[in-house]
């Protein structure tokens, strides 16, 4: 398993650069983006026989083929693509202007796709290769003030993973959607994006954002090398599932999505599946 060529974006730091490190502690081979090949260097090393650190704007499409390509001569395949680089934007709804929640898509949702669209013609030309698309907790379940424009963003993540799944099924191209609880990560510090302009009205997000920048900010209880383990250990033993939650808080939260949902099933099923035409 470890002559699998690894794409990770998202490396020079947080859960990617964990990865990363991991991978390459175990011999595979690992082609690492970020946008500044300054940082990957520092915090991995130089080219070498393991590793190819790429300056990448996941933005673009064009230095995104540009960095396939590259991995694909430098390694001569490549097996298993993680989308993880993103941010987390906060604010209100209404707060948040429209260039800065495009913005948050653009990086969190339209970057990875431009990855996926570049990277699937060599996987399906050799008929196998897995996808982890990196969402959170908050791509399940949204009940965040404060965080709604970066949850929206990570259902966005869920709902295009779940279609590829069944789309490159045939291929035999593999797809897991990753949704990490809290972990102790630079997540909460300087990359978190805020609002230029806040509104006073809006309290209780003024409270979710002081929380995380202040109280959650180095003290969230997940360890991203044992996260970065079980994300290729599934891929090893073969158990890689569609959803892979890691954490024992991102459990804790989706089964309360699940059984809230349920409840709310439940509370109008009759009213709402009288709906169909009378016959």
Known sequence: MNTQVWFVTGASRGLGLSLAKTLISRGFRVAATSRR????????????????????????????????????????????IVNNAGYGQVGAIEELTDAESRANFDINVFGSLNVIRQALPFLRAQGSGHIFNIASIGGFT????????????????????ESLAQEVKPFGVGVTVVSPGYFRTDFLGGSLGVPATEMPEYKNVREMQALHQQDYNGQQPGDPDKAADVMIRVLENGTAPLHLFLGADAYQLAEQKIAAVGLDLAAVKTLATATGFEN
């Open 142 to 161: 949204g009940g965040f003030p404060a965080f709604g424009i970066y949850c929206a963003t990570k259902f966005a993540v869920h709902g295009l993973s």
């Open 37 to 80: 090949r300054a940082d990957l260097v520092a915090a991995l090393g130089e080219t070498s026989a393991n590793l190819l650190p790429i300056a990448l704007d996941i933005r673009d499409e064009s230095a995104v083929s540009q960095a396939v390509a590259a991995t694909v001569a430098h390694f001569g395949r490549i097996d298993v």
